[in-house]
C-alpha cells in the first residue's frame, strides 16, 4: 500500500484534463478527471508497500494516476489516447525539468549523475530488506565503466500491479 499523497495527482491530473480536452474534447477530459481520486487512492491501496521513503515511488505515484483516469473515462480513453496524452504532458517544460526528461545521456556529466541516482536507489533496496520483493531490483553491468549506466530490472513493483489489475494495454503507455 501506498499512502495517499495529494500533490502527484493535484499536479498530473489537471494537465492530464488539459490535455485530453483539447485532445479529445470537454466531456471526456471532465468525465476522467472528476472521478478519477477515489480510483487513484484505491489504486494507492491495491499497490505493494514499497517503502514510504522508497526513492522510486515517484514513479509509481505519478503512473497510478494516468491510470486512474485512464479507468475513470470508462472506456472513453483507448491506451493509444493514453499514450498522446502522457506525451504531452512530457513535453511540457516545467514536467521535463521536475521529472529528469531535461537529462541528456549524450553528456558524461548527465550520464554520472543518472548512474549516481540508479546506484543509490539500488543501495536503498539493499538498505531496506523489507521491502525488497516488492520493489524495484536493479541489475547494473559494472564492466561498461563509471560514466556508463547499463542497468536492468528483474523485478518492477509496476508492471507486477498492471498484471494484477489488467492494465498491461496502458503500461507502455508511461514508458515514454
Given at each position: 500500500?501506498?499512502?495517499?499523497?495529494?500533490?502527484?495527482?493535484?499536479?498530473?491530473?489537471?494537465?492530464?484534463?488539459?490535455?485530453?480536452?483539447?485532445?479529445?474534447?470537454?466531456?471526456?477530459?471532465?468525465?476522467?478527471?472528476?472521478?478519477a481520486?477515489?480510483?487513484?487512492?484505491?489504486m494507492?491501496?491495491?499497490?505493494p508497500?514499497?517503502?514510504?521513503d522508497?526513492?522510486?515511488?515517484?514513479?509509481?505515484?505519478?503512473a497510478?494516476?494516468?491510470?486512474?483516469?485512464?479507468?475513470?473515462?470508462?472506456g472513453?480513453?483507448?491506451?493509444?489516447?493514453?499514450?498522446?496524452?502522457?506525451?504531452d504532458?512530457?513535453?511540457?517544460?516545467?514536467l521535463k525539468?521536475?521529472?529528469?526528461?531535461?537529462?541528456?545521456l549524450?553528456?558524461a556529466?548527465?550520464?554520472?549523475?543518472?548512474?549516481?541516482?540508479?546506484?543509490?536507489?539500488?543501495r536503498w533496496?539493499?538498505?531496506?530488506p523489507?521491502?525488497?520483493p516488492?520493489?524495484?531490483?536493479?541489475?547494473?553491468?559494472d564492466?561498461?565503466?563509471?560514466?556508463?549506466v547499463?542497468?536492468?530490472f528483474?523485478?518492477?513493483?509496476?508492471n507486477?500491479?498492471?498484471r494484477?489489475?489488467?492494465?498491461m494495454?496502458?503500461?507502455p503507455?508511461?514508458?515514454?
Amino acid at each position: 500500500m501506498l499512502a495517499y499523497v495529494s500533490r502527484y495527482f493535484n499536479v498530473i491530473a489537471p494537465l492530464s484534463r488539459r490535455a485530453i480536452r483539447r485532445r479529445y474534447g470537454y466531456e471526456l477530459a471532465a468525465r476522467a478527471y472528476n472521478d478519477a481520486r477515489p480510483i487513484y487512492r484505491q489504486m494507492l491501496a491495491d499497490f505493494p508497500s514499497i517503502g514510504a521513503d522508497n526513492p522510486m515511488a515517484d514513479n509509481a505515484y505519478e503512473a497510478l494516476v494516468f491510470f486512474a483516469m485512464y479507468r475513470a473515462a470508462d472506456g472513453g480513453l483507448t491506451p493509444d489516447m493514453l499514450r498522446a496524452v502522457v506525451g504531452d504532458l512530457f513535453e511540457l517544460p516545467a514536467l521535463k525539468g521536475a521529472i529528469g526528461l531535461s537529462t541528456n545521456l549524450n553528456r558524461a556529466t548527465d550520464m554520472r549523475r543518472m548512474n549516481e541516482s540508479l546506484r543509490s536507489h539500488a543501495r536503498w533496496t539493499d538498505e531496506h530488506p523489507a521491502e525488497a520483493p516488492y520493489t524495484w531490483d536493479f541489475n547494473f553491468c559494472d564492466s561498461r565503466g563509471d560514466t556508463r549506466v547499463c542497468y536492468h530490472f528483474t523485478r518492477c513493483p509496476l508492471n507486477d500491479f498492471c498484471r494484477e489489475q489488467d492494465l498491461m494495454t496502458c503500461c507502455p503507455s508511461c514508458a515514454r
